[in-house]
């Protein structure tokens, strides 16, 4: 337990009536909760950090008084960075197997900056080790002038060296706080092995400036970032999540998240109450209603983690980002799931000495170690701030479809043979590790400086399966659900965004469940894979959301198909007590009215044909 409450009051008093509370019961005010009027953030100074037992007498106190509806204790959760390694001494100041791009166009002369030729994953060369062209593309969009301009993300991590040469002109000190110091400086806490680097290396990736002979370039580099620092105290709790994820959704356009729930390969843990709503309030009405964009990276779990248990990166509400290796494998540290949308980079092979991802570090000196999923979710941010100052109109549904449609298979495969690429139902090619393939930021701001909002989304329950379900080693337990998707009423859904399988169910070993759902269309996603750590035979999974973007662009209406077997050389039991299956999506074609032009934006050309029949034509 920390030494924070969520204090809920009687009625609208606003901040005053909640200083006025705090006052008289010795608690310290902190801030509104989400910005309301009833619910605030207090902190009892005189209780520890962290405790193992609850602060009773503290809560009856705040609970007796007359102002006070509600008062809850904040439990304290881990939440660990994506991708940290022991950091070496930074380098000093002055120191279907296509072609790669379609789009080739580039930058008329390059950057001056020092570390430009080793920013393998903004333009691969072969350097490093890399495969020419595998890389974001993003000369394509510089080339067209869009560099990020009015464009605002938000790190949220341990801190933003600000003062850093190659971020000060960039830092958005309007949108910044500290949420573990309750300050307007969200500068990184000391500590001699920079373990407090993370948030720092994340900023420069997205927006670290041009031209000015200091370290490398960013992929977005005359946007702009702001510091949100929340990671670095004793344990997390939701109201720091939840008024992070908030933090002035008018002034920040995207939120960046290298981070998530420990990735030891047994845990499974998501946003709590204040969180998800925060996220809701943020798609529903942030960037002024077109919605907050955020991007989380998927996990550096390796093959025996599975981030469908991590319910930050498996929220549809999410864009989550998983990484390749400059010459299209997997990391030997990513995870895999069918939530994942798309990929970029995280570093090459460790025999080469420049295939870390080069960016800035603490105290004005730059880095090429930096690695992991964490540096693959800044990539991706940075890449959708140059698509939305290519189009300020895009909602946050826009940025999705824009990122299915315009990634790339490129040279990306899976070196271990288990995950190839699957055209789905509409056309689209995917892969279990990858998503949709790689970040191209030349196609992606081609497409979206004339895209048209895609139509309003439906959310249509599909059907709910209860009952006690029992499913053994050696035999798989097979559930269908019949659905016509909504058909005839107000939320009918057409053509599928996200699909999502709430389920509940125990096993004598969680870790050796796996779980199979097939749309009518016959497109099958692993939504549940082995975890080999996981020993849980208590808890199960509770209405746990398995959520896949496999079937997007698809019509829903028909069977769908749940399998759950046991991937063990053990005997081993399970019931599965209940599947929801909800899905999420379009009444109106999603790419009827959007442009076409011969010879790009290929996936685009595709689903259209698919949706509308043999007399497609081109526009």
Not at 30 to 38: A, E, W
């Amino acid at each position: 337990m920390t030494n924070t409450w969520h204090v809920h009051l009687n009625e609208d008093g606003g901040s005053e009536q909640a200083k006025l509370v705090a006052k008289r019961t010795g608690f310290t005010y902190i801030s509104p909760v989400l910005g309301s009027k009833k619910e605030f953030y207090f902190v009892h100074k005189a209780v520890p950090h962290n405790r193992m037992k609850r602060s009773v007498p503290h809560t009856r106190k705040l609970r007796a008084d007359p102002l006070v509806r509600l008062a809850v204790q904040q439990a304290g959760f881990r939440r660990t960075k994506r991708g940290y390694k022991p950091i070496q001494r930074g380098v000093p100041l002055n120191g279907n197997f296509d072609d790669g791009h379609i789009n080739n166009r580039h930058d008329k002369s390059a950057p001056n900056d020092p570390l430009y030729g080793k920013e393998w994953y903004l333009k691969n060369v072969g350097q490093a080790g890399g495969i020419k062209k595998l890389d974001l593309n993003v000369e394509a969009a510089w080339a067209l002038n869009i560099t990020g301009k009015g464009v605002t993300t938000a790190i949220m991590d341990d801190g933003v060296d600000y003062m850093h040469p190659d971020i000060w002109d960039n830092y958005n000190a309007e949108a910044s706080y500290d949420f573990s110091s309750n300050d307007p400086y969200p500068y990184p806490r000391y500590t001699d092995d920079w373990f407090n680097s993370h948030g720092t290396r994340c900023a420069g990736e997205v927006a670290a400036k041009r031209d000015n002979e200091i370290c490398g370039v960013g992929v977005a580099y005359d946007s702009k970032i702001a510091g949100l620092r929340m990671l670095d105290q004793p344990y997390m709790t939701d109201l720091i999540e939840a008024n992070s994820m908030a933090h002035e959704p008018n002034l920040i356009d995207i939120y960046s998240a290298s981070w998530g729930p420990t990735d030891d390969g047994k845990t499974v843990d998501g946003p709590r109450n204040a969180t998800m709503r925060a996220v809701v309030n943020g798609v529903n009405e942030g960037r002024h209603g077109k919605g907050s964009i955020y991007v989380w990276a998927s996990g550096d779990g390796g093959p025996d983690d599975d981030c469908n248990c991590d319910g930050y990166a498996a929220s549809m509400w999410t864009i989550s980002i998983n990484s390749a290796t400059n010459d299209g494998q997997t990391a030997s540290y990513d995870e895999s799931c069918s939530s994942t949308l798309a990929s970029t980079f995280s570093n090459g092979k460790s025999w080469f000495m420049d295939a870390g991802v080069a960016t800035v570090d603490l105290y004005g000196e730059c880095t090429l170690k930096h690695s992991g999923t964490s540096a693959a979710a800044p990539e991706a941010a940075g890449v959708f701030a140059l698509a939305l100052e290519a189009n300020k109109g895009l909602t946050w549904r826009d940025v999705q479809h824009l990122t299915v449609l315009t990634s790339k298979r490129n040279h990306l495969y899976d070196n271990s043979g288990k995950h190839n690429w699957t055209i789905n139902g509409a056309g689209l090619e995917f892969n279990h590790l990858f998503g949709y393939g790689v970040l191209d930021a030349g196609d992606m701001v081609d497409l979206a400086l004339n895209w048209r909002n895609v139509p309003d989304r439906y959310h249509c329950t599909a059907g709910t399966v209860k009952g006690k379900y029992d499913f053994h080693q050696g035999e798989a337990l097979l559930l269908t659900i019949t659905t016509d998707a909504c058909k005839g009423h107000e939320n009918q859904v057409n053509y599928l965004e996200h699909v999502q399988s709430f389920i509940t169910l125990r096993a004598s070993r969680r870790g050796d469940v796996t779980i199979f759902l097939t749309s009518p269309m016959n497109t099958t996603s692993m939504i549940l894979s082995k975890r080999p750590r996981d020993e849980d035979a208590k808890e199960g999974f509770v209405k746990w959301p398995f959520m896949t973007t496999h079937t997007w662009a698809e019509n829903p209406r028909g069977t769908w198909r749940l399998a759950v077997i046991f991937d063990s050389e053990k005997p081993q039991t399970g019931t599965l007590f209940e599947w929801t299956l909800l899905l999420h999506g379009t009444k109106k074609a999603p790419y009827a009215h959007q442009k076409v032009i011969f010879g790009k934006h290929s996936k685009l050309a595709v689903v259209k044909r698919e949706h509308q029949g043999p007399n497609f034509k081109f526009e």
